[in-house]
């Protein structure tokens, strides 16, 4: 059964907003990224993880706010064969290898949404 275990926003100041969700909800910081193209703080409540994120809109305006989810599924091929069979489309793979916790698939759906979908799941989740 799948099931969602993670949420991304995108921050003016993931640094400021992480130290909100600590502070507020007793929120663990369970890792961070610092790439070429952005930065993300991962946050966790022991079974879903909340990636703050910089970036996002390119060489358009800057949205803030939510930006994706996630979804542990129990097998990444059938799930990516379930997704495009209903319309679905792949967008990109990130992290090191699908045996890795932080490896995604993401994808659009039909309306443009992008998620993402997991085996190992991310930082901080159970599955």
Not at 24 to 43: A, E, N, Q, T
Not at 80 to 93: C, L, N, P
Request: proline fraction near 2%.
């Amino acid at each position: 059964m799948a099931k969602l275990r993670h949420f991304a926003l995108v921050c003016r100041d993931i640094d400021k907003t992480a130290k909100f969700y600590e502070e507020v909800f007793d929120f663990k910081r369970v890792g961070r990224d610092d790439l070429p193209f952005g930065s993300g703080i991962y946050l966790s409540d022991g079974t879903v993880n909340l990636a703050l994120l910089t970036g996002g809109g390119g060489d358009k305006e800057k949205v803030y706010g939510p930006n994706h989810f996630g979804v542990i599924v129990d097998n990444l091929a059938e799930a990516q064969e379930k997704i495009e069979a209903a319309g679905g489309t792949f967008y990109f793979e990130f992290g090191e290898s699908k045996d890795h916790m932080n490896f995604e698939k993401k994808f659009k759906d039909p309306e443009g949404t992008t998620f993402d979908i997991s085996e190992k799941g991310w930082l901080g989740t159970t599955k």
